[in-house]
């Protein structure tokens, strides 16, 4: 980590413990729901209900964080999650657990968000990639890590969720026996708003893909242990196949990221969404043939999974003005949550009917739906903008995305400043009103004269860019 901000290896170390937890109780959760015979349309509501606290957590949150600090909104979410995963050992209730799942919602968005705007204002233009690269692989090495945690301790005790509560509870103490500061601010774009239906119209592949991403991962996550249970793997197969399927995700987030930067990424999302379709129909017949081949079959089907929003993303960005990238990516991000909100329950309404693998028919149809719609835009004629485009490079994301700050965090974001030329400026260029006559120009010294010229100059692009605004 040579040549990186102070402030961030110490982050890291706070991000690794907070993911291992994240990790232990996101699989934990799904094992002890079907050892306590909770029946799947609970467990799909339970799972729903940490989407949508991440999601109101997304919005009222950060006020906090601009309000009072990073380091205190890290601090009390983290307390947050320490709590509600011990909670969740005491009291073995599903109805108790729908409220914490909604509060460690919420805890987690702050956390992110804090890790997240803390790396963006920590990056410059020279270290954004070599920050974005330790990120994801410290994210995704992590969370794998604590799904591995399971094997730890018997999941049908309050051991594991003690755990979690500890590891929360340790991501705090670097932050708090190292005198660091907040993040450094970091200059934005003027960014403009850009209407959901304007978006739609530009890249409805993008917006589609946001939406399916969310609806898929979030129904992976929330089910998948539930789905193994109930298979009959033992814990330390469900762990292992949780892990070993999110670890796919980083050697896949590189590989497909390059192949879209070739060809169209339509065409990638739609070879992307066909495969989900095909490994979603067979898994059940690759589950009853061998453990080994379920996992095969599985990891082809992450693989595709934990890259779809990072290519929709992208592919949206293709499209956008630089100044319009950070409403759009929030609006991506509005659109993901909902995904991820109706996800889990409508998985977990499906295997009621169908049986465990209705989770992966849930996939594999949502991967159909997908499919259809990219072949239809895809096939389309296309118009002369559509012709011309040209795309921008990918920048790979983590599996757990927040909106507002990953537009900055990506290393193709240039922060742009208005830069004046004190000393050359002419008035009649500026077309200032302000700019003194030659008889009355000042002489006490050339520094009072640019300092009047510098005036004159920031007053003229001031009435060119607000035309509506008094002086």
């Avoid at 990120?135 to 094997?151: D, K």
């Avoid at 329950?345 to 594999?364: D, K, N, Y």
Wanted: hydrophobic share 50%; glycine share 8%.
């Amino acid at each position: 980590m040579r040549g990186l901000p102070a402030t961030l290896p110490i982050l890291f170390v706070c991000e690794i413990s907070f993911l291992l937890g994240h990790g232990l109780i996101m699989t934990l959760l799904g094992v002890r729901m079907s050892l306590e015979g909770f029946p799947s349309q609970m467990a799909g509501l339970l799972m729903s209900s940490f989407s949508l606290g991440f999601v109101l957590g997304s919005y009222f949150l950060e006020k906090r964080i601009r309000s009072v600090g990073h380091i205190r909104v890290f601090a009390a979410c983290a307390a947050m999650l320490a709590v509600t995963a011990m909670l969740h050992g005491i009291w073995i209730n599903p109805w108790a657990w729908l409220v914490w799942r909604v509060a460690g919602g919420a805890a987690t968005a702050g956390l992110l968000m804090v890790m997240e705007s803390w790396v963006s204002g920590e990056s410059s233009n020279e270290n954004r990639g070599k920050v974005l690269g330790w990120y994801l692989v410290i994210s995704t090495l992590s969370l794998a890590g604590g799904q591995w945690m399971l094997n730890i301790a018997d999941p049908a005790t309050a051991v594991l969720f003690s755990v979690a509560g500890m590891l929360f509870a340790l991501s705090l103490v670097p932050l708090s026996i190292h005198r660091i500061h907040g993040p450094s601010q970091s200059s934005h774009d003027v960014a403009h708003k850009i209407r959901l239906k304007e978006l739609f119209k530009r890249a409805p592949v993008g917006l589609v893909g946001a939406f399916t991403a969310g609806l898929m991962a979030q129904a992976f996550f929330a089910m998948t242990p539930f789905f193994g249970q109930e298979i009959g793997l033992s814990t330390s197969q469900t762990a292992q196949f949780m892990a070993t399927t999110t670890l796919v995700a980083l050697v896949a987030q590189w590989s497909l990221g390059r192949i879209s930067d070739r060809l169209d990424r339509r065409k990638v999302i739609l070879c992307m969404a066909a495969v989900m379709a095909v490994t979603g129909a067979f898994i059940s017949a690759a589950a009853s043939y061998s453990y080994l081949a379920l996992l095969v079959v599985a990891c082809l089907h992450t693989a595709m999974l934990h890259t779809l929003y990072s290519l929709s993303l992208a592919h949206t960005n293709d499209w956008l003005e630089p100044s319009e990238i950070i409403a759009a990516n929030a609006k991506l991000m509005i659109w993901y949550g909902i995904g991820s909100i109706i996800g889990p329950f409508s998985a977990s309404l499906v295997m009621q009917f169908l049986g465990p693998e209705g989770l992966w028919l849930f996939l594999g149809a949502a991967a159909l739906a997908l499919a259809v719609f990219v072949s239809v835009r895809l096939y389309s004629a296309p118009t002369a903008a559509e012709q011309a485009i040209e795309q921008e490079p990918y920048a790979p994301m983590p599996i757990m995305e927040t909106p507002h700050y990953h537009s900055e965090l990506d290393p193709r974001h240039e922060p742009q400043q208005l830069e004046f030329d004190f000393v050359n400026y002419h008035y009649e260029d500026a077309g200032s009103n302000d700019a003194p006559a030659e008889d009355e120009a000042p002489a006490e010294s050339v520094m009072d004269a640019g300092e009047q010229r510098g005036r004159a100059a920031i007053g003229a692009a001031g009435r060119r860019i607000y035309p509506d605004r008094a002086d």
